[in-house]
């Protein structure tokens, strides 16, 4: 596998990829790679001859005070494992070869921002959005994959991708979880035994959830209570936010009348964890 640091080695790999006719598929990651994104990279190579994994911890989407400087890295781990699931290329940019200095542009997408992660990390997205527009400009790929742990962002993806004519190909993929139910992120590293034991209410919270939309339940309040109850019933897990919400629009939703996305966001300790699911509840 090779690895690549280089803006202009890698623009240029690519395109010497499409002059064969190969098609390119992106995993966007920021590293500390897990199961979660080696099944990304499996998926990609459905849609693409040659897979690029990028791997790059973007200081844009961490806002002041956020663990950018902490995140967990491990290159030389992450290059092994993207190299057994069959990635052709690691592109790892220093901070400098993606943001040189005088660097002043950005990519913002509106409504589809603001809920959610976005009330709480007001700079996120406009981060996200613009780092993979550069990864697109960069890599070329003809299809990226993204996870459903995050949401928002696949959404937030999606509408950007559609409103610019990006002519990119946008593939989301299940979350993976621990046997445990536990959604995988490179955060859990920061878990202690105790806080990793109370972060499995997240997960059992989306499946009573899912449970009493099964039975019948429709009224958002309901269940949105249950949910609290459940993150609140260990004092080590504090709610940003539980939220219902259409899975297109992310508007809220209080009567579940059809598909509904439950968003969880929570702290334990000083670590940010989100999950979801979509409840799956017959449209009317
Ligand atoms: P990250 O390195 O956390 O920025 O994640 C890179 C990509 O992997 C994003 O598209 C995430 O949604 C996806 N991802 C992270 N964790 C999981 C997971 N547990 N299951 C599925 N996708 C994931």
Known sequence: MRIIESV?????????????????A????MGYLHEGHLALMREARNHGDEIVVSIFVNPTQFGPGEDFERYPRDMERDVLLAGEVGVTAAFS?????????????FVEVMEVTRPLCGRSRPVHFRGVTTVVTKLFN????HAAVFGEKDFQQLTVIRRMVRDLNMDVRIIGHPIVRESDGLAMSSRNVYLTPTQREAALNLSRALAEAEQLANGGERRGPIILGKVKERIDSNGEL??????????????????????????????????????????????E
Do not use: H
């Open 8 to 24: 202009t080695e890698m623009q240029q790999q690519a395109e010497a990829w499409r002059r064969e006719g190969k098609r390119i």
């Open 93 to 105: 940019p220093p901070v400098k070869e993606m943001y040189p200095e005088r660097y002043q542009t």
């Open 238 to 283: 504090r709610i940003d936010y539980a939220e219902l919400c259409n899975p297109e629009t992310l508007e809220d939703v209080i009567e579940l009348r059809g598909p509904t996305l439950l968003a969880l966001a929570a702290f334990v300790g000083s670590t940010r964890l989100i999950d979801n699911r979509v409840l799956k509840v017959p449209a």
């Open 26 to 29: 992106l995993v966007p990651t």
């Open 138 to 141: 960069v890599v070329k790929p």
